[in-house]
């Protein structure tokens, strides 16, 4: 289905994301606020989200994100890069007074809680999924930008298995709208402020192998987070170094969020199926990338999830 079937005759349209915004999520939300007001100037549109980090000030109308909720009752309000309405606190007071809801994603475990659910699992990001409602011929640079920052963070700049022909093709296609590319993929997907890369260190340094080498987690306290002055925002990527350990198949990152309750972040390479163990927990993600709330010891946790992989191991 196409934007311009869904907004025929609309006036307002309000847009979010999931809560804690990554690259997808913050790619996808201004990619629609940007085509939306570029190519459709009788509709008024807002975007919502947790304010996203400064990696991502390139983006055009970053400044117009607001933060809080407002009283309006929008004739569409979409909802993007988010599998459950749970996710979009504290926002989802504008999609329940909204009039016709859509959801646009490519998280194999949502469900499908919009009145149109535009979902395709097998779509390397939601910006994938995203470029397919809009007329090719309308994407402005902006909007390019937009979509080629979702595609590398989800493809972890194109190394990940939901890469596909398609996605190379639509970032193609991006590319040729006369981005900057390489600008794009350094300072929003590799650079990190020398307090990052003292947290990494550390996170590395501490990290513990299980599972015959198969396995690894490291975990970050509030303790320690006070100290680098560093919040959830700043520990992305961490799981990622840890997946890159030669041997490993699996690596779990969790960050201390109140007492024994921690956010848990995991990625698998070519076996493990890591959204089915968050989904075990009430979370969810993709195949190779996904996560959850935990409550519990260290130990507990790192139990909990050690047994499922093991199940996963040896049912195949």
Do not use: W
Request: proline share 2%; net charge negative.
């Amino acid at each position: 289905m196409k934007l311009s079937e869904i907004l025929n005759g609309v006036s307002k349209v309000g847009i979010t994301g999931h809560i804690r915004p990554d690259g997808d999520c913050v790619g996808s939300v201004l990619g629609l606020y940007n085509y939306i007001s570029e190519n459709m100037p009788d509709i008024k549109a807002d975007v919502y989200l947790e304010e996203p980090g400064s990696e991502f000030g390139y983006i055009k109308n970053m400044d117009a994100v607001k933060n809080s909720p407002e009283d309006v009752v929008y004739d569409v309000f979409f909802v993007l890069d988010c599998s459950s309405k749970d996710r979009i606190e504290p926002f989802a007071q504008c999609f329940d007074a909204a009039k016709k809801t859509v959801c646009i994603d490519h998280h194999v475990s949502n469900q499908g809680f919009a009145d149109i659910s535009m979902i395709e699992p097998e779509a390397s990001s939601t910006c994938e999924v995203l470029y397919k409602t809009m007329d090719a011929d309308r994407i402005s640079r902006s909007v390019a930008e937009c979509i080629y920052t979702g595609i590398i963070h989800d493809t972890g700049v194109f190394k990940y298995s939901c890469t596909s022909k398609t996605t190379m093709a639509v970032a193609g296609e991006m590319m040729e709208k006369g981005i900057d590319y390489t600008d794009i993929i350094d300072n929003s997907f590799y650079a990190k402020t020398y307090v990052q890369n003292q947290i990494l260190g550390r996170a590395l340094l501490e990290s513990v192998v299980f599972y015959d080498g198969k396995c690894i987690f490291s975990v970050v306290t509030q303790r320690e987070m006070e100290f680098y002055g560093v919040t959830g925002r700043e520990l992305g990527g961490i799981v990622e170094q840890l997946r890159l350990t030669d041997g490993v198949e699996v690596a779990i990152f969790m960050y201390e969020v109140g007492e024994d309750e921690y956010k848990v972040s995991m990625r698998s390479k070519k076996q493990i199926d890591v959204a089915a163990i968050a989904a075990e927990f009430g979370g969810g993600g993709h195949v190779r990338a996904a996560g959850y709330t935990a409550r519990g010891t260290v130990h507990q946790i790192i139990n909990c999830i050690g047994e499922l992989i093991e199940k996963q191991y040896n049912a195949m």
